[in-house]
């Protein structure tokens, strides 16, 4: 069974000239439950745009977006958040820890908005991404790595269905981007969760069983350049 | 999400935002506390003050003095403040004191002082039969006792013996006028008998001498006839000569009021009935409203200050707070629970700005209170329950989570996606 079906997703934005810039269109694409997928995108590509409609943050011109056969785009935004909170997480390039707040206090704090705070289960997340000992530290007493491991129990800590990395080891040296994206896939199936990743790293893609070019998948960006990836309609 | 959940998510936040921006939150705070505290203070001592003055220990219903000013004529008899209108013939006096309405009539002579306290010549009833409050007396203490009409003591209250040194035993000048002047110094000595307890009442300011000492006080003329006539050493004093300040009344019933009220001021030309005291008091209150009215207008202002300063603090943040409103976002949280987060961050600087205004709030009742007993005798009571400690609290938070309405809503519309990451 398909766990996210997208079809006939369009998104733009508004130019300064007032014109409608179409950046996303992603005529289908779907993933199963539990598969971990990446998706190869250079910069300027759409990859968080896409990324942002699949999480629910963004909203859709047309098309669906069907995770766990609820249709994300017909629900209104605060359903959405709700969704999101519930099904879904997401692993940024720049980790996005809230400064003020220690490790656990992260943890917690993402699953605050989804079932409820458990301290149990936050302490074991933190624990098996190795930072047992660090659990009081706030993300600037911290290594980048070990940032990231916080991201990474973070974003497991609702137990998500889809867990969407946008460059997850962007920020990470090369030792330290294996370290994490091994960690990531391996807490994914230790969850059951499904994994789509976008990255532009080659050392990082080539460990997928399946991996996409964002250009094929999103016709969005076909016909220019990937600085120019955006496609200009008149509105 | 449980609504308890709900709220101490939201109360995590809060936290940690207040001690992120742990300055800006202290000065915030400071100036909700200033504003609560003198909201409350500017309510509650207005209350306690007139409730002081109008129904305070006064012990007597009314005052009969020369004719003029009844709240003149209360202000320099029961609160010893004031200068007096003039003075009424000993006559007056003994009339109204044979008057079977009559329950206790003490008469006053006033026009001297020590060290700025007040020196009243009356009757040794004053501490025989007259009671500040019912059942209580101003009894000198051990090993105290009332002075002797025909001997040169003097009973003080307990206030004087505080600040002047003065104790049984100890001797004393009388100084001429009601303001302390050391060239006016009489030459007659008077010697303390007796220190009266504390009765919180503008009695304990106050020394009280046999009223024959006023007559016999060097210098003191008396013109109870009309002309001019000094008393000699030796001589008794003619009644008609005798004059007094004023006639302390307790009457036997409030009826009795009404009546001298009606011969006296309505019919009568010589003398003035200042009844009942805590009508005049209260008519001065109303006068000097305008004063509280003001000074709530500025106790307002300044929580329209502290409103805004709990508005711009909280603004200020919004900049580098978008990136975790959009991270909050991400994690799934609604609009309404960012903004609900700003609301009840203003909400928690104004009411923890408000519990911290009671320690405004004491400080500033508590000097009010020093003040006022130092300048009256009349003790104000700062622990005195006044709905303003409670409606202030309720009414600042209110003003916070308004305050926080405005931030609250640049959080409400922040951006997620272009404030997570840069959207490529």
């Known amino acids: ?235 | 999400m449980s609504g308890l959940r709900r709220l101490a998510g939201l109360m995590l936040i809060v936290r940690r935002s207040l001690r992120q921006h742990a300055l800006s939150t202290f000065v915030t705070l400071l100036s909700a506390a200033l504003a609560s505290g003198l909201v409350m203070a500017v309510f509650s001592v207005n209350e306690q003050t007139y409730d002081a003055f109008t129904g305070g220990p006064v012990g007597f219903d009314a005052v009969l003095g020369a004719r003029g000013s009844q709240l003149q004529l209360v202000l320099n008899t029961v609160f010893h403040l004031e200068t007096s209108p003039g003075n009424i013939p000993w006559e007056l006096y003994t009339t109204i004191q044979k008057d079977p309405r009559v329950q206790l009539a003490i008469p006053y002579a006033v026009g001297d002082n020590f060290n700025g306290f007040r020196i009243v010549g009356t009757t040794e009833e004053m501490f025989s039969r007259f009671e500040y409050q019912a059942g209580r007396k101003l009894v000198p203490e051990p090993p105290g006792r009332t002075f002797d009409p025909g001997r040169r003591e003097a009973v003080i209250g307990s206030t004087v013996a505080q600040k002047t040194g003065l104790r049984v035993g100890s001797t004393f000048n009388p100084y001429h006028g009601i303001v302390f002047d050391p060239d006016k110094r009489h030459e007659e000595e008077y010697v303390v008998v007796g220190v009266t307890g504390v009765s919180n009442s503008p009695s304990d300011r106050v020394v009280w001498i046999p009223i024959e000492g006023i007559f016999r006080m060097e210098g003191h003329v008396l013109r109870g006839t009309g002309t001019e006539f000094q008393a000699k050493a030796g001589e008794q004093i003619d009644d008609k000569h005798k004059e007094v300040s004023a006639v302390m009344l307790k009457f036997k019933s409030p009826q009795a009021g009404f009546l001298f009220d009606q011969t006296i001021n309505r019919q009568g030309k010589v003398s003035t009935l200042a009844w009942p005291i805590g009508k005049v008091m209260a008519e001065l209150f109303d006068k000097i409203g305008w004063i509280n009215k003001i000074l709530g207008l500025v106790a307002y202002l300044v929580v329209a200050v502290a409103a805004g300063s709990i508005l711009a603090s909280i603004y200020n943040t919004m900049n580098e707070r978008r990136r975790e409103f959009a991270i909050l976002r991400a994690l799934g949280a609604r609009r309404r629970t960012v903004f609900s987060a700003i609301i009840l961050e203003s909400t928690t600087i104004a009411t923890l700005g408000s519990l911290l205004g009671y320690v405004v709030y004491g400080a500033i009742v508590l000097s009010a209170a020093v003040i006022v007993r130092r300048q009256t005798g009349v003790a104000l009571d700062p622990f005195k329950f006044n709905p303003s400690l409670v409606l202030t609290l309720v009414g600042m938070s209110v003003i916070g989570a308004g305050a926080g309405v405005v931030p609250a809503v640049k959080a409400y519309s922040t951006d997620v996606a272009s404030n997570l990451v840069a959207s490529t």
């Open chain 1, 1 to 235: 069974m398909k766990l996210l079906e997208i079809t006939d997703l369009k998104k733009g934005f508004d130019s300064p000239e007032g014109e409608r810039t179409l950046v996303i269109d992603v005529p289908a694409f779907s993933m199963a439950g539990a598969e971990q997928a990446a998706l190869e995108g250079s910069s300027g590509s759409g990859k968080t745009t896409f990324l942002n409609l699949i999480a629910g943050i963004l909203r859709p011109d047309q098309g669906h977006i069907q995770i766990d056969g609820c249709d994300l785009t017909a629900l209104p935004e605060p359903k959405r958040d709700e969704f999101r909170a519930l099904n879904l997480s997401y692993v940024f390039q720049t980790f996005n820890l809230l400064q003020g707040y220690t490790a656990l206090e992260n943890v917690l704090l993402g699953m605050m908005f989804g079932p409820g705070p458990d301290p149990a289960f936050a302490r074991l997340l933190l624990e098996r991404v190795g930072l047992s000992n660090r659990l009081s530290y706030k993300p600037r007493q911290l290594s980048v790595g070990q940032q990231q491991r916080v991201a990474l129990a973070r974003a497991l800590a609702n137990r998500p269905k889809l867990v969407l990395a946008d460059e997850p080891t962007g920020n990470l040296d090369h030792g330290r981007a294996q370290e994490a994206l091994a960690l990531l896939r391996e807490a994914c199936r230790e969850n059951g969760a499904a994994l789509l990743l976008v990255s532009h790293d080659r050392g990082i893609l080539k460990q997928f069983e399946r991996v996409e070019e964002l250009s094929n998948v999103n016709l969005a960006g076909r016909a220019a350049p990937p600085e120019k990836a955006a496609q200009k309609v008149i509105r």
